[in-house]
């Protein structure tokens, strides 16, 4: 049986597939690296002064890099791609592969069945490895928060660590352990039964076992609360006791060990269900929040809007229509005493104040519900989007690195960064706005999605075209012209010449531009300032320096064959002449009107083209000495 061509796995495809792999698992471990002292940077002050053993820093690590493999596959494809193929455009791999008629897609498919598969994989870890990995992980960290902290009293300021303490302790001699001017706060018995201890200096022990503390105190006092006695009756003749002391003993228990906790409840949690059981979640949950705000409904609809009359259908305060009694509110109201009239004001008062605050705490109770279900929808779209992601992201770093052609991690790391950064803005901000009710959830999940994806498809349409859209060195010419920054020839010695330049030729040609360099100097004066209407309206058809300019460059591009080193040394120190900011800025006539009448516009250009003019004046002034130089070169090597 034959495959289609199409469906062959050729050796150029195996070149590719493998180049692309060993970057990605390099780029691989560099992200999960990062994501992971991320992960350690939000939670290191639970992890400070609890002597943790290495087993449970260990389970944290690995727990954590089994929930970030979803976040952190993409940015590694994005970055290995513009690796590999800013590796095969800046070694010309790229360009033999193009030679030999193969397309750019074609030579991006493997590497895309395989960035497929990638995303099938992350769909994986994150649906079934992540969500256990997820309880796993927030149980270790719980039972960190949970664990007692390894005693190290800082000095100067009040320790809280100790549950039921609060130490005070100025000074500190770390060689000897002794403690000065020591306060203690004991809060064992609540509030009315605190006892605080003074000391002048103490010692402090931790037990073998890290389930107790001990404090030896000398030369202090002791005050502690007494207003409740044994028979929980105020004693009004002692209100506290004081106690002096030479030396006391301070036992508190405490357990420094790691054990362990119970994190079950922790299954509720969004992050740590699959998409089988968000959905189910989902179903309950919107069942359970509808029933809710029906009875809310219901009851606002009986306490708000129903009115209990209890009024006698009196003359005075009432009337009929159609066999209808209605209550004549402004007649009952006027008929009281302003005593009533206080009361009632009083008591609608105090109704409606009741009403915005049951309100308030059931709108906060919905909105509680509602973001609970939001993140619900949130966390089984995600696993969707993080998949697709890996896709996305190969079509924006391969072609990229197909227009840009730098391997190396400096541009691929940076375009990569810039992306993953745009990435994380839109899709934290959708998150968020769709977690909080203000978008609809599918717009919150995919507007990442929708916004890298065309991206992604521009990019591989121009990189398919061969476009310069992100070449380098294109921007730099540009801001190089923007900006005025001078170019240098660059002309080596040739080891290898065919043609040699023919001197006379040369030689005749120099002169022609010193003269005509000469000529324009002195017909133009271009020490002076010019005039705007020479500026913005010079005949263009008019552009001496811009053909000698042109001339200039091909008598250098022919003399650069020569086999003198004088010479190519002369050449190199020949200008290039930047002519057109002597004649006006545009063709169309109307533009150049508009840039006059623009602000600031047409002043920028006017001092653009000063300085360009007398810029253009110190370069003609050079070009007609290194010319002559030239010259003198040419007739004292023989060459003419």
């Known amino acids: 049986m034959k495959w289609p061509d199409f469906l062959r796995i050729k050796k150029l495809d195996l070149f590719i597939i493998k180049s692309f792999s060993l970057l990605l698992a390099g780029t691989f471990f560099i ?3 990062i994501f992971i002292m991320q992960l350690l940077w939000r939670w290191v002050d639970d992890f400070v002064g609890k002597g943790l053993d290495l087993d449970v820093l260990a389970q944290f690590f690995y727990l954590g890099s089994l929930t970030l493999v979803g976040q952190a596959l993409p940015l590694a494809i994005l970055l290995a791609a513009l690796m590999t193929f800013g590796n095969f455009g800046e070694r010309l791999e790229l360009l033999a592969m193009k030679a030999a008629g193969i397309p750019l897609l074609r030579i991006m498919a493997p590497i895309a069945v395989e960035c497929a598969l990638l995303g099938c994989i992350s769909f994986y870890f994150q649906n079934v490895v992540g969500p256990n990995a997820q309880v796993k992980l927030y149980t270790v960290l719980y039972s960190i928060k949970q664990t007692s902290p390894e005693v190290e009293i800082p000095e100067g300021v009040f320790y809280d660590k100790i549950e039921g303490f609060n130490l005070f302790v100025k000074k500190k001699d770390k060689e000897t352990g002794m403690l000065y001017n020591v306060m203690i706060y004991d809060l064992r018995d609540g509030f009315d039964g605190t006892r605080i201890l003074v000391a002048d200096s103490g010692k402090m022990q931790t037990s073998d076992d890290q389930k107790h503390m001990t404090l030896k105190l000398y030369s202090g006092e002791l005050f502690e609360n007494l207003q409740l006695n044994k028979d929980n009756k105020k004693d009004n003749s002692i209100p506290y006791r004081r106690e002096t002391y030479r ?5 508190i228990e405490m357990d420094g060990g790691f054990s362990m906790q119970d994190g079950s409840f922790l299954k509720t949690q969004a992050a740590s269900k699959n998409m089988i059981e968000l959905q189910h979640s989902i179903d309950s949950l919107t069942l359970h929040n509808d029933s809710i705000g029906h009875n809310n409904w219901r009851a606002a609809m009986r306490g708000s809007y129903q009115m209990k009359n209890t009024l006698t259908h009196d003359d005075s305060v009432s009337m009929q229509r159609d066999g209808i009694y ?10 009281a005493t302003k005593a009533q009239k206080e009361r009632w004001k009083r008591n609608e008062l105090t109704k409606l104040q009741q ?3 049951d309100y308030e705490i059931k709108r906060s109770v919905m909105r509680s519900l509602d973001k609970d279900l939001n993140k619900h929808h949130l966390m089984w779209w995600e696993k969707i989007t993080l998949s697709l992601g890996c896709v996305i992201f190969f079509f924006i770093g391969a072609p990229l690195g197909a227009i840009v052609r730098k391997g190396g991690l400096g541009y691929p790391v940076l375009i990569s960064v810039a992306t993953f950064v745009l990435y994380y803005i839109f899709n934290t901000s959708g998150y968020k706005m769709a977690r909080e009710g203000e978008w609809y959830i ?3 999940s995919w507007l990442s999605t929708i916004v890298l994806a065309p991206l992604g498809i521009l990019f591989t349409y121009q990189s398919n075209r061969d476009s310069t859209i992100l070449n380098m060195d294109a921007y730099n010419a540009f801001f190089r012209k923007l900006l005025g920054i001078k170019e240098k020839r660059n002309v080596t010695l040739k080891e290898v010449v065919i043609d040699d330049p023919d001197y006379r030729k040369d030689y005749k040609k120099l ?3 010193i003269s005509v360099s000469h000529n324009f100097r002195k017909k133009n004066r271009l020490k002076r300032l010019p005039s705007p209407k020479h500026i913005f309206f010079a005949d263009r058809s008019e552009e001496t320096m811009v053909k000698m300019s042109e001339e200039l ?12 080193k004088k010479v190519i040394i002369y050449l190199n120190e020949l200008p290039i002449i930047e002519a057109r900011a002597i004649i006006s800025p545009f063709e169309n006539k109307w533009l150049n009107i508009l840039s006059i009448i623009v602000f600031p516009v047409g002043t920028i250009i006017y001092i653009r083209a000063c300085l360009y003019r007398l810029r253009l004046l110190r370069d003609l002034i050079k070009l007609e000495q290194t010319a002559k130089k030239l010259m003198e070169r040419l007739i004292k090597e023989k060459l003419v």
């Open 31 to 33: 992200c999960l690296f």
């Open 247 to 251: 030396e006391k003993v301070v036992m």
């Open 326 to 335: 209605y209550i004549n509110v402004d007649s009952i109201y006027n008929l």
């Open 355 to 357: 009403m915005k605050t």
């Open 442 to 444: 599918w717009v919150g």
């Open 511 to 513: 002169e022609e531009i």
């Open 553 to 564: 460059d091909t008598l250098v591009e022919e003399m650069g064959n020569s086999k003198s």
